[in-house]
């Protein structure tokens, strides 16, 4: 019988509740996961933080303010000499023009403001669905559909020894091994 120990990924990428979502995405990406163990300093696992979690919490966030705070108008942007051409609304944005990518790569940008404003205690599943190494692959892949998860905490003796993912029982049971990322090296 092939059990969860067998399959796991070991050593998980973890994240700490303090973790900004940004770096969140950073790390996730960059492991080429979908989604983490969320681990707090002398209380083991407290959640899991996935991709989905992210994308839920943008989704349900309000966009980039449409209107100043201060509630000026344009007449307080536009310049009050009549010599000057008045500015177009691309004259008045910092960085128009800019190449799409180069935008995407600057994170002071407003489009990054909400992810670098709220951390991985904020949006994570708090339920944590775990498992032993020692059970079945039968037994995780029920533990998954029966509580609707896309992972497993593989715990012994308070421990995280891995994740179990459905790629993972996938690629078990077509005989292979899933690929992963290599984690970036700092």
Known sequence: MIRVRDVMS????????????????????GAGISGAPVIAAGEGVVG??????????????PGVPTEREDGGDWDDIISAEKDEPEPSFVDLWEDAGADVLERFREVAGPEWNVLEEHTAAEVMTSGVVSIGPE?????????????????????????????????DLVASQAGGKTERAEAPSE
């Not at 992972?151 to 012994?156: A, G």
Request: with cysteine; glycine share 2%.
């Open 135 to 167: 059970q079945s692959l039968v037994d995780a892949a029920r533990a998954m559909l029966d509580n609707r998860v896309h992972r497993l905490i593989v715990i012994e003796d308070g421990r995280v020894l891995g994740v179990i993912t459905e790629t």
């Open 48 to 61: 899991v933080i996935s991709a989905s979690d992210i994308i839920d919490f943008v989704a349900s966030s």
């Open 10 to 29: 070991p050593e998980p990428v973890c994240v700490s509740p303090e973790t900004t979502l940004r770096e969140v995405a950073e790390i996730l990406s």
